[in-house]
């Protein structure tokens, strides 16, 4: 079966400076993965997608993520933080038959 | 905005109550998720259907029921409302194929007192 493991509950960035959220997973086969958002009573918001194509994916507001197999890490960047990207971030394991699999979340905080 | 529509947007009923929530897929997608988010809990998949059968079942209670209509809405039935129960439950939908994108809706916020 499939999971997913965010590494950090909670993440606190300066604006202005670079993001990482850190995301591992495990499967038994080449997964789909993605990261979601979910800012302050509002949906979850799709920002990127792995499918098997190149392993550097870019993603809405300046996100990117890359897919590394050998470390089986899905980790999110963005190389300045906005203060409107404080929020909650999902990183998401697409199991067979597009059950998701989710992290337990990282809420990422930005002081000004 | 995703294009999926879900309500009501918040419901606030007490225990023991039956409820039901509503779910407008994007036009076109055939199939239907429902997800619960709890603090307790994280989010976790609930059910899904795929145009108008059951596809695949996660951790639903025996208490909760889902079905989706030939115009491709969805209803989650929630019965016998426990304190537990309080949630925000989202629903979601996709396109045919295993690969496609899974939009969500923006939830529908269940409080029981």
């Known amino acids: 079966a499939q999971s997913v493991t965010q590494l950090d509950s909670h993440v606190s960035v300066s604006e202005g400076t670079p993001v990482l959220l850190r995301c591992n997973y495990s499967?038994?086969?080449?997964?789909?993965l993605f990261w979601y958002v979910q800012h302050p009573n509002k949906g979850l918001q799709l920002l990127l997608k792995y499918t098997s194509a190149a392993t550097l994916v870019k993603g809405i507001n300046g996100f990117e993520a890359e897919f590394k197999k050998s470390e089986t890490s899905f980790h999110l960047t963005k190389p300045s933080a906005h203060m409107s990207d404080a929020a909650e971030y999902f990183c998401?394991?697409?199991?067979?038959?597009?059950?998701?699999?989710f992290g337990g979340g990282t809420r990422l905080m930005v002081k000004p | 905005d995703s294009g999926v529509t879900q309500t009501p947007k918040h419901l606030i009923t007490a225990t023991g109550q039956r409820v039901t929530l509503r779910c407008s897929p994007r036009?076109?997608?055939?199939?239907v998720y429902w997800y619960q988010q709890s603090l307790d809990q994280g989010l976790q998949f609930l059910i899904q259907?795929?145009?108008?059968?059951?596809?695949a079942k996660g951790n639903i209670l025996e208490r909760f029921s889902a079905q989706q209509f030939p115009d491709l809405h969805s209803e989650l039935n929630l019965s016998s409302l426990e304190l537990g129960d309080s949630a925000l439950y989202f629903c979601?939908?996709?396109?045919?194929?295993?690969?496609?994108?899974?939009?969500f809706g923006e939830g529908s916020w269940l409080t029981v007192v």
């Open positions: 979601a939908s996709s396109a045919q194929g295993a690969e496609n994108t899974i939009y």
């Open positions: 036009s076109g997608d055939l199939s």
């Open positions: 499967s038994s086969y080449s997964p789909s």
């Open positions: 998401v394991v697409n199991n067979a038959g597009n059950m998701l699999t």
């Open positions: 259907y795929y145009n108008g059968e059951e596809r």
